[in-house]
């Protein structure tokens, strides 16, 4: 993800707005979308792909390993959860774009997640999805291991996003968990974020 070229969604959760100056005045509201691109050692934010703003070209943290700038907000990127957060070196760097609504006690917190943007994703050499959220597990569906005839599983969905199928041996472990990720674009099995098949 913090390879050149690479581009994604970032969506933010934080807990209030963050405003401050960035070539320009900068605010970050909670539950802001953007797309980022990593060019030649520098971030750009756009509202979609085909619209990246050259001026919020940014360059800290760049050549650090997993490490992001959005709108002058320096992030730590993990690969395994897809979480962006603000760590004490990334705050004492943004802390010079948002003087005032950066504080201290977001150091360690979870500020934002990443999606690959869904028509992109199963284009990539190397699939890595990202795991379903708000999941409500059902015993009505559960299979019995012991049935050696098999089970079929019919079901009817409609979404203007992504659908996840989840199966799982043990549902509060997400290393047991095999989804199906169903979207316009494609589909694809994974079992622990790797993509199996598509």
């Known amino acids: ?35 980022a691109r990593l060019y030649d050692g520098e971030w750009f934010v756009g509202e979609s792909l085909d619209r990246m703003d050259l001026v919020t070209g940014c360059n800290e943290g760049s050549g650090k390993p997993n490490k992001i700038c959005i709108l002058g907000l320096v992030l730590t990127y993990s690969a395994h959860s897809g979480f962006l957060t603000i760590e004490k070196e990334d705050f004492n760097v943004s802390k010079k774009t948002f003087p005032i ?3 201290t006690d977001m150091i360690g917190s979870l500020i934002a997640h990443v999606e690959w943007p869904s028509d992109h994703i ?7 999805g990202y795991l379903p959220c ?65």
């Open 101 to 103: 609504s950066l504080t």
């Open 1 to 35: 993800m913090t390879e050149d070229e690479a581009h994604f969604v970032v969506i933010f959760n934080t807990r209030k707005e963050l405003s401050g100056s960035f070539n320009g005045p900068v605010k970050i509201s909670p539950h802001t979308k953007k797309y």
């Open 122 to 128: 199963f284009q990539l050499e190397k699939v890595i």
């Open 134 to 198: 708000n999941v409500k597990w059902s015993n009505v569906l559960r299979f019995d291991p012991s049935n050696q005839e098999g089970k079929c599983l019919h079901f009817s969905a409609s979404s203007k996003g992504t659908i996840f199928v989840i199966f799982a041996a043990v549902p509060n472990n997400k290393d047991t968990w095999y989804y199906i990720q169903i979207s316009p674009y494609g589909v694809g099995i994974f079992k622990v974020s790797i993509l199996s098949d598509n």
